[in-house]
């Protein structure tokens, strides 16, 4: 069971090859360190005194920032959408549907498929952080990058923080996907709930509130309880317990598939 | 009739409690044979077809195939089924050869069976090129190697030549008639015009509005039109003639110049015209068309 479970999840991973999923995944990680690149090689005079003492924590910070504010969930709405939309573009959910496989197999698989995409785009957004910081250092010799070790360890816990605090909305997403054969609506939908999501920012009740998750976890939250960012964990954790089960329901009840 | 690889018994079906699509169907499909589904569009061929699949949901004993229950034994029953519902579902990004590796590991069926397949849809020399790059014939046969991957015994496809060229048609169909007397398959194939399938059927049922008008061998259709003429007449007054004759058989069709009246047997054609006569008709020619399979078809689905 295991093994056709594997099986079928490779064949999921397949599907992904050279679709707008996997480039962005790959362009999104890049994306911000590149960015940052330019940024510190073209203002060295004002970025290489911010960084004299701690430069790796201040240059994980610069990146960490915008992703957790904007571009990750902008990344998890879409990179869920078009996975779940390989599907829809190539009429080829019948096709899913005839094969022997148990409807908890087609709905799970695919969702570590998306799963898995979001943890490459971690790696490589780590990855490129440490690429950028030397890049930078090597072309502006005043960065003090290589005189310090690359905080890993760091790294790795906000990255595993950032990550359990998507689970919520790929959850949402996926069954919203799944539901809705439109690639415009679930898109939309999504945008539409972390915008609102801003204005609601200083709602006391914010951690209930998944779109936010990534921005609770990161930031510091003045005038929200201390605990806020450890609670958000927690009901990302549920949420997505709660959207895979109405998701799994929608696959396995639906009486028309494909 | 041999053993039935697939049926259906009382099948019904709808989508919305206002209109029934499916009524009654009662389909035995011969272990061996090439069932052909015939019906014009809409008349319920692809939604039978998805309900054969477990696409759509049927009544608990409605359907069994290989004498399994298919909602009771989903996923052992598409183990030994091989489908292609409506246009293929082929990964336009990907491959031939990717396209058929994502279902090698779904059917975890062994590697060589890749280029088995490829060779046997004739599709070896395109296997590395994206599909995307694929003619709509090459797509067809693309989806039929997906659908033959696991060596199915029972094959159904849904109108497989739906826009191919005639060439394209033809290809098909051969490479239809050698799964059936090569590989040995069992083929459910619908199509909504006779003249592609009416070659290579050993077995026909005929669906309009979500009937089964007819169900039996390809012997037992030809039967049908041996003993169903259509006539064709001119008389000196056409419209009467259609009057006296339509309480008794179908006009197909009349103008001025011609009457056509269907479903006649070949002993009825002296009465017929005798008739005709003592009503003070006079006859100027009378012959009987050539009847073939299409013939057949349309009037069924038309009376």
Same mark, same amino acid.
């Given at each position: 069971m295991t093994f056709i479970f594997i099986l079928n999840t490779q064949a999921e991973l397949l599907k992904c090859k050279n679709t707008a999923a996997t480039w962005l995944t790959v362009t999104g990680a890049a994306f911000i360190p590149a960015i940052n690149v330019i940024k510190c090689i073209s203002k060295p005079d004002y970025f290489v005194p911010k960084m004299e003492n701690d430069p790796w924590r201040v240059? +994980?910070?610069?990146?960490?920032?915008?992703?957790?504010?904007?571009?990750?969930?902008?990344?998890?709405?879409?990179?869920?959408?078009?996975?779940?939309?390989?599907?829809?573009?190539?009429?080829?959910?019948?096709?899913?549907?005839?094969?022997?496989?148990?409807?908890?197999? +087609?709905?799970?698989?695919?969702? #570590?498929?998306?799963?898995?995409?979001?943890?490459?785009?971690?790696?490589? !957004?780590?990855?490129?952080?440490?690429?950028?910081?030397?890049?930078?250092?090597?072309?502006?010799?005043?960065?003090? !990058?290589?005189?310090?070790?690359?905080?890993?360890g760091e790294m790795m816990n906000i990255s595993l923080k950032m990550y359990c605090s998507t689970w919520a909305v790929l959850a949402i997403q996926y069954w919203a996907g799944l539901r809705i054969s439109n690639f415009i609506i679930p898109l939309g939908l999504g945008l539409v709930l972390f915008t609102i999501g801003f204005m609601i920012r200083q709602w006391e009740g914010i951690e209930y509130y998944p779109y936010m998750y990534p921005f609770l976890v990161y930031f510091e939250n003045p005038g929200l309880p201390a605990d806020t960012a450890h609670s958000a964990l927690l009901n990302s954790t549920l949420w997505m317990g709660i959207f895979l089960l109405f998701g799994f329901l929608q696959v396995s009840t639906t009486g028309e598939k494909g | 009739m041999g053993h039935l690889i697939a049926q259906t018994h009382h099948l019904n079906f709808s989508f919305s409690s206002s209109k029934q699509l499916l009524h009654d169907l009662n389909l035995n499909i011969p272990q061996g044979s090439i069932y052909c589904f015939l019906g014009p569009n809409g008349a319920g061929k692809t939604t039978t077809?998805?309900? /054969?699949?477990? #696409?759509?949901? @049927?009544?608990?004993?409605?359907? &069994?195939? !290989?004498?399994?229950? /298919?909602?009771?034994?989903?996923? &052992?029953?598409?183990?030994?089924?091989?489908?292609?519902?409506?246009e293929p579902s082929v990964y336009l990004h990907l491959t031939g050869r990717e396209n058929l590796k994502i279902y090698r590991l779904c059917y975890s069926c062994d590697k060589k069976r890749v280029d088995e397949v490829l060779e046997i849809v004739d599709l070896h020399h395109a296997d590395k090129q994206p599909v995307k790059t694929y003619s709509l014939g090459m797509k067809q046969r693309l989806g039929i190697a997906i659908a033959l991957l696991h060596d199915p015994e029972f094959l159904i496809l849904d109108e497989p030549t739906n826009g191919l060229d005639p060439q394209g048609i033809i290809e098909i169909r051969l490479l239809i008639k050698r799964?059936?007397?090569?590989?040995?398959?069992?083929?459910?194939? &619908? &199509?909504?015009? #006779?003249?592609?399938?009416?070659? +290579? @059927?050993?077995?026909?049922? +005929?669906?309009?509005?979500?009937?089964? #008008? !007819?169900?039996?061998?390809?012997?037992?259709?030809?039967?049908?039109?041996?003993?169903?003429?259509?006539?064709?007449?001119?008389?000196?007054?056409?419209?009467?003639?259609?009057?006296?004759l339509g309480d008794r058989f179908r006009i197909r069709k009349i103008n001025h110049a011609v009457l056509q009246v269907s479903s006649v047997g070949k002993e009825e054609i002296p009465t017929l015209s005798a008739f005709l006569v003592k009503k003070n008709i006079g006859i100027y020619r009378i012959g009987v068309l050539a009847n073939n399979l299409e013939d057949i078809f349309i009037e069924m689905v038309s009376s």
């Open positions: 240059w +994980i910070g610069y990146n960490w920032q915008i992703a957790a504010a904007f571009f990750l969930m902008m990344y998890i709405i879409l990179v869920t959408n078009l996975v779940v939309q390989i599907e829809y573009r190539n009429k080829a959910w019948k096709q899913v549907y005839t094969t022997p496989r148990s409807y908890g197999d +087609i709905f799970l698989s695919k969702f #570590l498929v998306i799963n898995l995409m979001v943890i490459s785009c971690f790696v490589l !957004f780590g990855l490129f952080i440490i690429a950028g910081a030397y890049l930078t250092a090597s072309i502006q010799h005043r960065y003090t !990058f290589l005189l310090h070790p690359v905080p890993i | 077809l998805r309900l /054969l699949l477990g #696409l759509l949901k @049927a009544d608990q004993n409605a359907i &069994s195939i !290989f004498d399994q229950q /298919l909602f009771f034994n989903r996923m &052992s029953i598409l183990r030994r089924v091989g489908a292609l519902i409506e799964l059936n007397t090569d590989f040995l398959k069992t083929i459910l194939i &619908s &199509s909504h015009l #006779l003249s592609e399938v009416e070659k +290579i @059927a050993t077995h026909f049922g +005929i669906i309009h509005k979500g009937r089964l #008008l !007819f169900q039996g061998s390809r012997e037992a259709l030809l039967k049908l039109k041996s003993d169903s003429h259509s006539v064709e007449l001119e008389t000196t007054n056409n419209e009467k003639a259609a009057v006296l």
